[in-house]
């Protein structure tokens, strides 16, 4: 019965580690997470280490899930470095423009608060990891077109790309860690 029972279990868990590679929303992938935990902790119990079990019940279960979704519900803001603009943005004006128009709507429609800055100097890698700049806009005077720069490891610029497709003035140019920008 035992030896019946683990392996339903062990087969639980590997159903719930391909839910947790495949699934989508983040909340209902900490609640698999936290799941998967229970289910290990209940293998060590009838593998006889209940102390092992007592640990991933406090930490895979209980203090793991809880850093995600600290962290998940803190990512709501959407940096972005303006080196278009070199210092001409006023504070207390509307941002105008095509691109300020695709992101109103891009971080309306993730519910993140844009927050524009410019006038940092530095090389825009160091930017983007050091002091987690999301995007940076720049401006080819001789397209005539913006281009919108970011790792291509973050989620929200393959969503950006999708949002500018549709225009021509805008280009979406993502980079990995240690790749050129241009």
Known sequence: MTDLLATTLQ???????????LHERNFTIIILIASFGLIAATLYMLNNAPDVAIAEVA?????????YVISISRQREFIVLDKSLHGFID???????????????????????LNVCCDIEGDERDLTNQLNVDLIITFNPKTN??????????????????????????EVVTFKDGDPLD
Not at 11 to 21: D, E, K
Not at 95 to 113: A, H, P
């Open 59 to 67: 930490i895979g279960s209980a203090i793991i899930p809880l850093i």
């Open 91 to 113: 504070p207390d004006a509307e941002l105008e423009g095509d691109v300020y128009d695709i992101l109103n709507e891009f971080v309306k429609t993730y519910d993140l608060r």
């Open 11 to 21: 087969i639980l868990l590997i159903i719930i580690s391909i839910a947790i590679v």
């Open 145 to 170: 077109t913006y281009m919108l720069k970011g790792k291509a490891s973050s989620v929200l610029m393959t969503k950006l790309d999708e949002l500018c497709a549709t225009n021509p003035r805008i």
